[in-house]
């Protein structure tokens, strides 16, 4: 969206029309399931489409086929397959039904971060805004945040940063943790906490990190060379 002059717009195009694609996708995989169970069943699906590589019909047709019938029953083997594999491809149009793709559960499987919440992305736009001290606070109190030690002290982030004792180290403390939660998020998930949270603001801050990223790459460039 870097070079788009109205980014927020865009950038919710963007989500929508890769939504509606996830949604057309789904529907052509369960009806692609059920026209091609056969060829599912004898493993002979190209190897390379879509289907086969999304469902895996080697997971499909497994050795447990091999051990629903006896041998000498090839009649009744054929049906206790075809069983066996259609059960299997309905329970993984459920899973598509209740919306577990294998996206999310590739995701799940290798542990990903969940998204950032609204808070989170409060104060990550006040870190990209480059905000310190009583304009960090200003920041986050517009933004309705409140401390998380509220119900014992200070309401505010101001009143937190400016009261006697551990308050402000609290403040200071929780910004370190945040930028450390930030680095873990590629721009892409940062860029759609902005437009889904702080969608006036989008634009500004979707600059704000490409600037930032620019700094830092040429920071690197300017090292390598140098070394």
């Known amino acids: 969206m870097r070079y788009e002059t109205k980014r927020r717009e865009k950038a919710e195009a963007l989500i ?55 041998d000498d029953d090839s009649t009744g083997k054929q049906i206790g397959a075809e069983s066996l594999v259609l059960t299997k491809l309905n329970e993984i149009i459920q899973h598509l039904h209740s919306g577990a793709d294998f996206r999310a559960q590739h995701r799940k499987a290798k542990g990903s971060k969940t998204p950032p919440t609204k808070r989170d992305a409060i104060l990550f736009a006040a870190i990209v805004s480059g905000l310190e001290g009583l304009k960090y606070c200003s920041f986050l109190d517009n933004h309705k945040a409140r401390p998380k030690s509220s119900d014992t002290g200070p309401k505010s982030y101001q009143e937190s940063y ?35 949270y702080l969608p006036g603001e989008f634009d500004q801050l979707s600059s704000l990190l490409n600037s930032r990223n620019s700094r830092d790459a040429s920071k690197k460039l300017r090292s390598s060379i140098g070394a």
């Open 16 to 70: 929508s029309m890769h939504k509606r694609h996830g949604t057309v996708v789904r529907q052509v995989l369960e009806e692609q399931l059920r026209s091609n169970a056969p060829k599912l069943i004898d493993r002979t699906l190209e190897e390379t489409s879509l289907l086969a590589l999304a469902i895996g019909q080697k997971y499909l047709a497994g050795g447990q086929i091999a051990q629903v019938v006896p």
């Open 162 to 196: 400016l009261a006697p004792g551990s308050y402000r180290k609290k403040v200071q403390d929780e910004k370190c943790r945040a930028k450390q939660r930030m680095s873990r998020y590629p721009d892409s998930v940062l860029m759609e906490a902005f437009v889904t």
